[in-house]
């Protein structure tokens, strides 16, 4: 387990230890959240990096990651515990065939902790060996509006109660992470309790020292054409913009194609590595193709 970061400058260097490659306002709202034990809340497009972070900081910090994935419909039974019923169910049939009379007994131990399913805000509560965990909830736009207040209740004290059991209580809260792709706005009460970051797509620089640092493997003039083509084509009127994600996953497809640099031809047999919707890709017909290229190399010549 490694000691939380001193200084911004050391927040900074330990993002970058786990290949996250962080601009100045990221790595301070990370150094405030690790000092001042805050929520951090990241909005931004999907594919720029949010959830990333709490992946970095979990193996940087040497914590467990632990994550909640959300979507429509999520409830507590997913997100904080359930019992066990087939395992209930079994052990009923168990006491009956043995002929216990104790119902009060059985009862207690039907809702004991054997029984207990925990689900990722409960592990996230619980003392870890190597300290209190990542506890990464991905994608918060996802879920209803009751169970952001329920997150809400849960992060301000970093509590929950289990009727059965009683409340239990983080004896040192998580790092939380809470990522959103704003499908929907997030409650303001809920923001008020966080460090909140905007994640923009970056600039030249940092997105080419991201790909250097993601895909290696690839030379430095690919790189460089990469870089710049996809920065050409988020100005383009599109569906959805290819986010870093895309451009890392898209110079992995050329380096296994063992290409050298970019041509029309390239482009357009490798774009559904960068665009994820029929509309975009058909946009792109062979001029729009060569187009982009052209200005691309343009702005790096």
Same mark, same amino acid.
């Given at each position: 387990?490694?000691?939380?970061?001193?200084?911004?400058?050391?927040?900074?260097?330990?993002?970058?230890?786990?290949?996250?490659?962080?601009?100045?306002?990221?790595?301070?709202?990370?150094?405030?959240?690790?000092?001042?034990?805050?929520?951090?809340?990241?909005?931004?497009?999907?594919?720029?990096?949010?959830?990333?972070?709490?992946?970095?900081?979990?193996?940087?910090?040497?914590?467990?990651?632990?994550?909640?994935?959300?979507?429509?419909?999520?409830?507590?039974?997913?997100?904080?515990?359930?019992?066990?019923?087939?395992?209930?169910?079994?052990?009923?049939?168990?006491?009956?065939?043995?002929?216990?009379?104790?119902?009060?007994?059985?009862?207690?131990?039907?809702?004991?902790?054997?029984?207990?399913?925990?689900?990722?805000?409960?592990?996230?509560?619980?003392?870890?060996?190597?300290?209190?965990?990542?506890?990464? @909830?991905? *994608?918060?736009?996802?879920?209803?509006?009751?169970?952001? !207040?329920?997150?809400?209740? +849960? =992060? &301000?004290?970093?509590? $929950?109660?289990?009727?059965?059991?009683?409340?239990?209580?983080?004896?040192?809260?998580?790092?939380?992470?809470?990522?959103?792709?704003?499908?929907?706005?997030?409650?303001?009460?809920?923001?008020?309790?966080?460090?909140?970051?905007?994640?923009?797509?970056?600039?030249?620089?940092?997105?080419?020292?991201?790909?250097?640092?993601?895909?290696?493997?690839?030379?430095?003039?690919?790189?460089?054409?990469?870089?710049?083509?996809?920065?050409?084509?988020?100005?383009?009127?599109?569906?959805?913009?290819?986010? @870093?994600? *895309?451009?890392?996953?898209?110079?992995?497809?050329?380096? !296994?194609?063992?290409?050298? +640099? =970019? &041509?029309?031809?390239? $482009?357009?047999?490798?774009?559904?590595?960068?665009?994820?919707?029929?509309?975009?890709?058909?946009?792109?017909?062979?001029?729009?193709?060569?187009?982009?290229?052209?200005?691309?190399?343009?702005?790096?010549?």
């Amino acid at each position: 387990m490694s000691a939380l970061p001193a200084s911004i400058d050391a927040a900074q260097a330990l993002l970058a230890g786990a290949g996250y490659v962080a601009g100045r306002g990221l790595s301070t709202v990370v150094f405030l959240a690790l000092k001042l034990g805050r929520p951090l809340f990241l909005e931004g497009e999907a594919g720029v990096g949010k959830t990333e972070i709490a992946k970095a900081l979990s193996q940087a910090l040497g914590r467990r990651l632990i994550r909640l994935q959300c979507y429509e419909g999520l409830d507590v039974a997913s997100a904080v515990y359930e019992w066990n019923f087939p395992a209930q169910m079994v052990a009923i049939r168990a006491a009956e065939a043995e002929g216990q009379a104790d119902r009060h007994a059985l009862t207690e131990e039907l809702f004991s902790e054997r029984f207990l399913i925990r689900r990722p805000l409960l592990q996230a509560m619980e003392p870890q060996p190597e300290g209190p965990p990542v506890l990464l @909830v991905d *994608e918060l736009d996802r879920t209803d509006e009751p169970f952001e !207040a329920f997150l809400l209740e +849960a =992060l &301000s004290d970093f509590q $929950v109660t289990i009727p059965e059991l009683g409340t239990i209580r983080a004896e040192k809260p998580p790092i939380v992470v809470i990522t959103s792709n704003r499908t929907r706005e997030v409650h303001d009460a809920l923001k008020r309790r966080c460090l909140y970051h905007w994640v923009d797509y970056p600039d030249f620089e940092r997105e080419l020292a991201i790909l250097k640092a993601r895909a290696p493997e690839a030379t430095e003039a690919l790189s460089r054409e990469v870089v710049a083509f996809v920065q050409r084509l988020r100005g383009e009127d599109l569906f959805k913009k290819p986010g @870093v994600a *895309e451009s890392i996953d898209w110079a992995k497809c050329l380096v !296994a194609l063992d290409t050298v +640099a =970019l &041509s029309p031809q390239v $482009v357009a047999d490798t774009l559904g590595a960068l665009l994820k919707y029929q509309d975009d890709i058909a946009r792109l017909q062979n001029a729009e193709v060569t187009r982009l290229l052209d200005e691309a190399r343009a702005g790096i010549g």
